[in-house]
């Protein structure tokens, strides 16, 4: 019964049942491309509110604060993986880089691994996974969070062993930061923080959402399929680097382009090319990169976005081995 | 009494910012309210996600935007 709720088979049948009484033929072209699109919007705005609420809920039991001081007492490579995986559950919005930035630097926390954690905190986006839960199901939304470590592990401690400590401005080493205290939430206001993250997430993508659906429906009924598998299939090795430059400057609009993803996997375009993309979307963002040339010099920024960028590259090209 | 509103200018500080005015005039109460959103002056609260709120110099919540009732409860 449980199973027959999350998979969301009676949406499935539902949907199929009320075209069909409408006259709707789901197995046409046309009526394939509408049951797509009620089903894909209704599915994924249900688990979207759901479980950013749950996630946002067991986020309110960390925050920047307690990951700094958790971060100051750890060394070597552990470091990295500890702030890597701090940088899924911290809840931080990407406004909050440079204090974040300043405050894990002052606080001793060596650059690589503060890196860790900026590079990681962005690519494992709670909506992102949501969507990639719904529509491709748990394997891959997990192998997206583990690459997401992976990439975040591995970028800052090359960024360690490259010693760009002098690529920091100046003023940051000098700032003195005030007492942090810690306060602890009560469970009404942890209930009032996951409500405000489920109205502000859902309120800001669904409208990206539903063009990306649309657009889904769309190709899922007409695109091409071997135009499509010829230029973004698994096999032309551009495919992945074209999404990932074509990514940079979409940024929040990042979710609406998974149904599209589905529509093109479906189709014959590689999953790896689509996370690739999806990655792209949410870590190698211009924004951030603006607002993180106040705390440090343009070298640094190029070594970040270039081995985030390689980081994800990569990872699309495994996974069109792979999946 | 004296209300900081700390953030480096994105809308979340805004939304903040508008919660604290409409919670004083809904409590009816008077107060000095600054937005800060240089980012020396922000590290001195010890603050390092934004937007946060500071009432008489005490950070009462950070990285989030403050509900209403909530800093009506605070300002009392």
């Known amino acids: ?323 | 009494m004296e209300i900081k509103v700390l953030g480096t200018g994105c809308k979340k500080c805004d939304d903040l910012y508008d919660n604290v005015i409409k919670a004083l005039s809904k409590a009816g109460k008077d107060a000095d309210v600054e937005k800060v959103e240089d980012i020396v002056s922000i590290m001195s609260f010890g603050v390092m996600s934004s937007p946060a709120l500071v009432i008489d110099g005490e950070v009462v919540v950070t990285g989030r935007v403050a509900q209403i009732e909530e800093i009506i409860n605070f300002i009392k």
């Not at chain 1, 204090?99 to 690519?123: A, C, H, K, R």
Request: a positive charge.
């Open chain 1, 1 to 323: 019964m449980i199973k027959y709720i999350f998979s969301f088979a009676w949406l499935n049948q539902g949907t199929t049942w009320i075209l069909n009484r409408v006259g709707v033929d789901t197995g046409e072209r046309f009526g394939g491309s509408i049951h797509f699109f009620i089903y894909d919007t209704i599915k994924i705005l249900i688990l979207l509110s759901m479980m950013v609420f749950i996630i946002s809920y067991m986020r309110s039991y960390f925050s920047v604060e307690r990951t700094k001081k958790i971060l100051e007492k750890l060394g070597g490579f552990k470091a990295h993986v500890a702030a890597s995986l701090l940088g899924i559950v911290t809840p931080f919005c990407s406004c909050s880089s440079v204090p974040l930035f300043i405050g894990f630097i002052e606080g001793g926390i060596p650059l690589g691994v503060t890196f860790s954690f900026l590079i990681t905190s962005p690519i494992v986006n709670e909506a992102a996974f949501v969507i990639l839960l719904g529509i491709f199901g748990p394997k891959i939304a997990g192998y997206y969070v583990f690459s997401g470590v992976v990439l975040g592990v591995i970028g800052g401690y090359i960024i360690h062993l490259l010693k760009l400590e002098r690529y920091v401005e100046d003023y940051v080493y000098k700032i003195k930061m005030g007492d942090t205290i810690i306060k602890t939430l009560s469970k009404r206001e942890r209930i009032e923080f996951a409500k405000s993250n489920v109205k502000d997430i859902v309120g800001r993508i669904w409208k990206y959402l539903l063009i990306g659906i649309g657009i889904g429906a769309l190709i899922h009924g007409w695109a091409p399929e071997e135009i499509l598998s010829k230029y973004a299939g698994p096999e032309n090795p551009l495919a992945v680097l074209f999404a990932t430059i074509i990514a940079i400057p979409l940024y929040s609009n990042a979710m609406g382009t998974i149904p599209i993803a589905e529509a093109l996997i479906n189709k014959g375009v590689g999953m790896g090319t689509a996370m690739a993309f999806m990655m792209a979307t949410t870590a190698l963002s211009l924004p951030e990169m603006i607002l993180l040339r106040k705390v440090i010099k343009p070298k640094l920024i190029t070594v970040f976005t270039g081995i985030t960028g390689v980081g994800i590259i990569a990872v699309g090209y495994l996974f069109n081995m792979i999946i």
